[in-house]
């Protein structure tokens, strides 16, 4: 048989004349390989035939068809009636606009807690750096401050100081503040007072919601290769009549009024807050460095 397979290779030009000798030498060992290729996937096979045998292991795989199932469900009775026709005007398919609609709401909820727990860090940091002495509030600023000891926010405070080094030191000195030692207020007030210097303070109102998702919205868009302004202009006629006022009029803005039912929302501090300074700590990458980047939960 080995040499009919030889001779037909041959024939169809598959295996060169001058290379026949070669490849009828080699054929047994090819052969020996397959074998025991297939004799290892047979074991393989049988190997895990036994472990979904078990008992735990079925119910664990029956566990995960159960959240696969539910997941499924949640996706299609996920409803967002502004952004499921926006990005199907984006020429986005009925699936994939429902998925960047929902991934929308998601990454609205994760900007707007990375906002609120930078915003806390900040005030903490900044509340502690102003104080001259021990004081009581001391322990709760402890308190907040060892919450995000791990913050990249903190962390960056620490090498825009340069003062690295006093890292270790000012997390043992929050440990020692939690606990009500007096005696660590002076260094511990010291050491935040340097960090605090190039750590903006916060200002303004917190975030809103509806600003997070309409950022979260643009974020989302531009990554489908969609527009990431707002455009302002003239009510089309029609619609007010000719005497209409001035107004966004951008589908992104539109989108996102429909979603909220909000017919005046206005774009301009999530377009802000898209091109600040802080604009590269609303990226997936920065969210997920924060631990805000998990598993998606729909709306």
């Not at 903490?124 to 913050?151: G, M, N, Q």
């Not at 898209?274 to 924060?290: I, K, M, P």
Request: hydrophobic residues 40%.
């Amino acid at each position: 048989m080995e040499d009919r397979w030889l001779a037909a290779f041959v024939a169809a030009g598959v295996v060169r004349p001058e290379m026949a000798d070669t490849v009828e030498q080699a054929i047994p060992s090819i052969l020996d390989g397959v074998r025991r290729l297939a004799f290892f996937m047979r074991a393989i096979t049988a190997e895990a035939e036994r472990v979904l045998a078990l008992p735990e292991v079925q119910d664990r795989v029956q566990r995960a068809a159960e959240v696969l199932m539910d997941a499924k469900q949640r996706f299609y009775a996920f409803e967002s009636p502004g952004y499921i026709p926006y990005f199907q005007d984006m020429n986005d398919g009925p699936f994939w606009a429902r998925a960047r609609a929902g991934l929308v709401w998601y990454r609205a909820r994760c900007i707007h807690r990375a906002h609120a727990e930078e915003r806390e860090l900040r005030m903490a940091l900044h509340a502690l750096a102003r104080r001259r002495r021990w004081h009581p509030s001391l322990v709760r600023h402890a308190e907040i401050l060892s919450t995000y000891r791990d913050d990249p926010t903190l962390a960056g405070a620490f090498r825009d100081a340069q003062c690295p080094e006093l890292a270790p030191r000012f997390e043992h000195l929050l440990r020692d503040a939690r606990n009500g030692n007096p005696s660590s207020g002076a260094e511990l007030i010291a050491i935040t007072h340097k960090i605090a210097s190039v750590v903006p303070s916060p200002r303004g109102r917190p975030l809103a919601f509806e600003t997070a998702l309409h950022q979260a919205l643009l974020l989302t868009s531009g990554d489908a290769g969609g527009r990431q302004g707002y455009t302002y202009g003239l009510v089309p006629e029609g619609q007010d009549g000719e005497d209409a006022p001035s107004d966004f009029v951008d589908a992104a803005t539109a989108a996102t009024r429909i979603e909220l039912a909000r017919p005046w929302f206005n774009p301009t501090a999530a377009r802000q807050a898209r091109r600040c300074h802080v604009n590269g700590f609303y990226s997936s990458r920065a969210l997920e460095r924060r631990g805000l980047w998990r598993a998606n939960s729909m709306r």
